[in-house]
């Protein structure tokens, strides 16, 4: 049996979250000291008593969910069950940062400010309301890029998330993805809706994004992580530290192959998942891809308790 351990993205955020593992564990609480630190400001404040449309803002939602899930990642090593206990970590989006983290290959630091100014670009490279994204519910990949492709019209619209088998994300200019709501119910989709995100993440038009991430991560050392991390543009694991970068890069406008991960992590031997951090969006994904595969979402003591139970 193997376990991998893996990160969530945007969309799990909760005011509140990781409070109660940072009362329970110091090892968790220095987590959130650092990254305030690091960040200059007291986002655990905001993340435990603050607002919650301020905290889904993704400057503050991206380094929020990484602390989230580091947090939880030491409370369990506190408890003897760290990385040593996986096989492989992986990410979702910004999820990946987490597991890089993680992996050690990026300092918990140098992640917060990296993911700091990921939500800043990603925000500012498209003014609000010229993009948006929608989840495509009952339609495979190849169905949902056709549908991208014909809603595009001179328009980008992609295929940005390959969640599970029955949902899929597109994302581009406003029209286009709502020509592409249209378009995909009727080519059979059970449900297609607008998300409520406030930029059009993993497509072409997050190109100004990619430039500033391209320079902010070309002053970070990246080392080697010490566990291979599964990573969303390519669906394979990856050591190398150049490789990583190069990665992270194409990740802002690439799409986030989670499916594809899932599957490449189960034909290597995984067959159970722990999803390390704020809520269970990721374990949905993972058994409706993997059949067979065990899932656990660890975000609270309880949590950790139940593993040791």
């Known amino acids: 049996m193997s376990r991998a351990f ?14 109660a593992l940072a009362e329970a564990y110091p090892t968790a609480k220095s987590v959130f000291d650092e990254v305030d630190a690091a960040l200059g ?3 655990s404040a905001l993340i435990w008593e603050g607002d919650i449309a301020e905290l889904t803002l993704t400057q503050n939602a991206q380094p929020a969910l990484m602390a989230t899930s580091i947090a939880a990642l030491r409370a369990l090593e ?27 290959s990026l300092t918990l630091s140098d992640t917060a400010r990296l993911l700091r100014i990921r939500g800043q670009a990603m925000q500012e490279a498209v003014p609000v309301g010229v993009g948006a994204m929608a989840a495509l519910l009952g339609l ?12 595009a019209q001179g328009e980008v619209c992609q295929a940005a998330n390959d969640n599970d088998p029955a949902q899929v994300v597109v994302s581009g200019h406003k ?14 989709a059970k449900r297609a809706i607008l998300l409520p995100v406030s930029a059009p993440f993993h497509c072409a ?19 080697k992580p010490t566990l291979p991390v599964v990573v969303n543009v390519r669906a394979e694991a990856v050591m190398e530290p150049d490789r990583i970068l190069d990665l992270l890069i194409a ?15 189960e034909k290597a031997g995984v067959t159970e998942f722990w999803e390390i951090g704020a809520g269970k969006a990721l374990s949905g994904m ?20 139940a593993l040791k139970a």
């Open 140 to 151: 495979d990949f190849e169905t949902a890029t056709a549908v991208a492709a014909e809603a």
């Open 175 to 188: 029209a286009a993805v709502e020509r592409a709501l249209e378009i995909a119910k009727a080519k059979g």
């Open 6 to 19: 893996v990160f969530p993205g945007q969309g799990a955020q909760t005011i509140g979250m990781g409070r």
């Open 251 to 265: 990740q802002v406008t690439g799409s986030v192959r989670w499916r594809e991960s899932v599957l490449w992590m």
């Open 41 to 43: 400001e007291k986002l």
């Open 78 to 104: 506190t408890e003897g069950l760290g990385l040593d206990h996986a096989s492989f970590v992986a990410g979702h989006s910004l999820g990946e940062y987490s597991a890089l983290c993680a992996a050690g």
């Open 286 to 305: 993972i058994k409706r891809t993997a059949a067979n595969a065990t899932t656990r979402a660890i975000g609270t003591p309880d949590d950790i308790a």
């Open 205 to 223: 038009l997050m190109q100004p994004a990619a430039h500033v991430m391209a320079e902010a991560l070309a002053a970070v050392p990246i080392a």
